[in-house]
């Protein structure tokens, strides 16, 4: 039985998409580390009132969405 990737490839048509598919990533990432949904749920009102916890998680968008700004070459002229 063939399953679909959840991740075909890093190619986006705009930066934009580029930036979805970065957060995407991250949050991918989170479920794939902690599977069980009520836990997430637990802690999320922990993390999302954290300044230094919201900083980390937008520092794991733009490591992500340097990755797929590579794969697209977005900053070649």
């Known amino acids: 039985m ?27 990432a989170v479920g794939m580390t902690q599977p069980d949904e009520s836990i997430r749920k637990k802690l999320r009102p922990v993390y999302a009132n954290n300044a230094d916890s919201l900083t980390l998680a937008s520092q794991v968008v733009a490591i992500n ?4 700004a590579a794969a697209n070459n977005y900053w070649k002229e």
Not at 2 to 28: I, N
Not at 65 to 68: D, H, R
């Open 65 to 68: 969405f340097q990755t797929v």
């Open 2 to 28: 063939s399953q679909e990737s959840w991740l075909p490839t890093l190619k986006t048509d705009t930066p934009e998409e580029g930036y979805e598919l970065a957060v995407k990533l991250a949050r991918k």
